[in-house]
Each structure stands twice: as C-alpha cells, then as structure tokens.
C-alpha cells in the first residue's frame, strides 16, 4: 500500500507557473501508474495527466497539453506535475493518485492523496 501527499498549490496569476508534488511512502512509486486528476467545486473530478508504470508513457488532457508536464524522481520517490501559462479554469483541487489500469479513468486508480488547491486569477 501507498500513501501519497500533494504539496505545492497556491494563488497565482494567469500566465503564471507553478509545480506540484505528490511525495510517496510505503511502497516507490515504480510499482504503480501514477496520475494527476482535478475537482473545481460543482464539478466532477478530471483527468489531468497520467505517466505509466513500465514504460513511462505519459498522456495528457486536451485542455493542458503543452502547458503541464508529469514526471517522477525514483530517488526522491515523488511525482511532480508542472504546470506552466495558467489560466483561470485551471482553478481546481489537484489530486494525486496511484495504480490505475485505465489510466484517464478516476475510479480505476486505488490511491489518492488529500489534494492541493491551485488558484489562479484573472
């Protein structure tokens, strides 16, 4: 069993960048597919990004490819998700999460941390 920790959220201005971490215990984050999913209030929680277990395939939602990058660093045993010309829909509680076989699908992951709201203002 994993357990994971979001850290990096804030307040910052459209165009602005900020980066993410989920940090990892209990088991490396090697043994899972690991994702970034977001919930803005009323809303139902989305897809933002994912990066798979073997081979490291990354995939991205429309709405932020070529703004968001996911990576992982085995050593610090942490995924990361920078996220880079912000805008104000981007506004949401990011959530990590961890052991997804359909990898764009909320419900198939297992792990998820506690999030970390990113707001970004007009």
């Known amino acids: 069993q994993v357990q994971l920790v979001e850290s990096g959220g804030g307040l910052v201005q459209a165009g602005g960048s900020l980066r993410l971490s989920c940090a990892a215990s209990g088991r490396t984050i090697s043994s899972y597919t690991m994702g970034w999913f977001r919930q803005a209030p009323g809303k139902e929680r989305e897809f933002v990004a994912s990066?798979?277990?073997?081979?490291?395939?990354?995939d991205y939602a429309a709405s932020v490819k070529g703004r968001f990058t996911i990576s992982r660093d085995y050593a610090k045993n942490t995924m990361y998700l920078q996220m880079s010309t912000l805008k104000p829909e981007d506004t949401a509680r990011y959530y990590c999460?961890?052991?997804?076989?359909?990898?764009?699908?909320?419900?198939?992951?297992?792990?998820w941390g506690q999030g970390t709201q990113v707001t970004v203002s007009s």
């Open positions: 990066v798979s277990r073997s081979s490291g395939t990354t």
């Open positions: 999460a961890a052991n997804g076989n359909v990898i764009r699908t909320a419900l198939n992951y297992d792990y």
